[in-house]
C-alpha cells in the first residue's frame, strides 16, 4: 500500500522555524517526482516545492524562495520542508504528494492534480 504520512507541524512564532517531515512507506521515492503543498482558505492548494523525478533538481516557488528549503533522503524514503522564517499568512496544512516519474517545466513545480499520492498534511499555524 503506497503511503504519505507528514509529521512536524504545530505553533511557531512569527520569524520562527519549523521542520516538515514525509515519510513514503510501499513505494521507492527514487522514482517519483515530490512536492509540498500549502493548503488555502479557499481550500486549494499552492506548490511550495518541488523535485523533479528526472534529475534530482529542486525547485521552490515564489512564497518559499529564500525562506524555506526542500530536501529529499532516498535511504530514508522521506522528504523533508524546511520553514525559516515564519510569517502569520504562512500557516495553513501543509501536504507532501508524490507521483511517479513526474518532472518539471519551465521552472514551475507541477499543480497539485498532476499528483497521485497524498499525506494526511500536517498543520502549521504561525502567531505570536
Known amino acids: 500500500q503506497l503511503q504519505l504520512v507528514e509529521s512536524g507541524g504545530g505553533s511557531v512564532q512569527p520569524g520562527g522555524s519549523v521542520r516538515l517531515t514525509c515519510q513514503a512507506s510501499?513505494?521507492?521515492?527514487?522514482?517519483?517526482?515530490v512536492g509540498w503543498f500549502r493548503e488555502l482558505p479557499d481550500k486549494k492548494r499552492e506548490a511550495v516545492a518541488c523535485?523533479?523525478?528526472?534529475?534530482?533538481?529542486?525547485y521552490h516557488q515564489y512564497r518559499a524562495r529564500g525562506r524555506f528549503t526542500i530536501s529529499i533522503d532516498y535511504v530514508k524514503n522521506t522528504v523533508d520542508l524546511q520553514l525559516n522564517n515564519l510569517r502569520r499568512d504562512d500557516s495553513g496544512v501543509y501536504y507532501c504528494?508524490?507521483?511517479?516519474?513526474?518532472?518539471?517545466?519551465?521552472?514551475?513545480?507541477?499543480?497539485?492534480?498532476?499528483?497521485?499520492?497524498w499525506g494526511q498534511g500536517t498543520q502549521v499555524t504561525v502567531s505570536s
Open positions: 510501499g513505494f521507492d521515492l527514487k522514482a517519483y517526482g
Open positions: 523535485i523533479d523525478r528526472r534529475d534530482g533538481r529542486i
Open positions: 504528494a508524490a507521483e511517479e516519474e513526474l518532472g518539471v517545466v519551465s521552472g514551475e513545480c507541477p499543480r497539485d492534480w498532476s499528483y497521485d499520492e
